[in-house]
């Protein structure tokens, strides 16, 4: 069974390929922002009202943003851990102060970890 985030992810994915830029980073929006992990039914949310963020509520057809495009890829992706500790460069891996226990937050301090960092 998937993990809620790789649901989650894909949700956004499949809102953005079926209703266009709005929608989908509106959905993307609403993900990172949650403070925590994510519940099994994150993916079945209301869909938040693009509007509400200042993003286009009406499709313009075109499915060519970046972002939207790899949100799928998001939650199977993985740094290279043996890298990471040998490089010979200083890696430094930043959370925002008021980020809490968002997922850009505790991305970053999971690898941290793993990398035995902090």
């Known amino acids: ?4 985030s790789t649901l989650a992810c894909h949700a956004v994915f499949d809102s953005y390929r079926a209703s266009g830029f709005g ?3 509106a959905k993307f929006i609403a993900l990172v922002s949650v403070q925590g992990e994510f519940g ?9 009202d693009p509007a509400a963020f200042g ?3 009406v499709d313009d057809g075109t ?9 799928i ?6 740094p290279d851990r043996d890298a990471l500790r040998t490089t010979s460069c200083r890696v430094v891996l930043a959370v925002g ?8 937050a505790r991305a970053p301090r999971a690898i941290a970890a793993q990398g035995g960092g902090e």
């Open 1 to 4: 069974m998937p993990s809620t």
């Open 23 to 25: 929608l989908g980073m």
């Open 40 to 48: 099994p039914d994150y993916a079945d949310r209301p869909d938040p």
């Open 55 to 57: 993003l286009p509520t």
């Open 63 to 71: 499915r060519n943003d970046p972002l939207m495009n790899n949100m």
């Open 73 to 78: 890829t998001i939650p199977v992706w993985a």
């Open 97 to 104: 102060e008021e980020s809490g226990e968002t997922l850009a």
